[in-house]
């Protein structure tokens, strides 16, 4: 079955920078769309940034929109998400999961995705 890793995470001041990687070590046959979440202490899970496997298309929440950037590279099986201009607000754990279909609609609800990694900590510092 499918099997997503997180890694990247850790200590960055405002301002800076940081690159988040999901390794899926399974496959699929199937179209499909990964995405990262994110949850802070006391909040729920949000969306953050989705994008579909099989098409060069991708969503962002309003709050990391200019600001991140999420990508995709088929050949390593590896999901990206560049984020830049770090506000202490960012930190959170970060999560890749992925949802089979394309379905535009549900790229941003969290309950819909059907497998999860374990996370990676972000931590921004003022």
């Known amino acids: 079955q499918v099997q997503l890793v997180e890694s990247g995470g850790g200590l960055v001041q405002a301002g800076g920078s940081l690159r988040l990687s999901c390794a899926n070590s399974?496959?699929?046959?199937?179209?499909?769309?990964m995405g990262w979440f994110r949850q802070a202490p006391g909040k729920e899970r949000e969306f953050v940034a989705a994008?579909?496997?099989?098409?060069?298309?991708?969503y962002y929440a309003d709050s990391v929109r200019g600001r991140f950037t999420i990508s995709r590279d088929n050949a390593k099986n590896t999901l990206y998400l560049q984020m830049n201009s770090l506000k202490p607000e960012d930190t959170a754990v970060y999560y890749c999961?992925?949802?089979?279909?394309?379905?535009?609609?549900?790229?941003?609800?969290?309950?819909?995705?059907?497998?999860w990694g374990q996370g990676t900590q972000v931590t921004v510092s003022s």
């Open positions: 399974g496959r699929t046959s199937s179209a499909y769309t």
């Open positions: 999961a992925m949802k089979l279909g394309l379905s535009v609609a549900t790229m941003r609800t969290a309950r819909l995705y059907n497998y």
């Open positions: 994008i579909s496997w099989t098409a060069s298309s991708t």
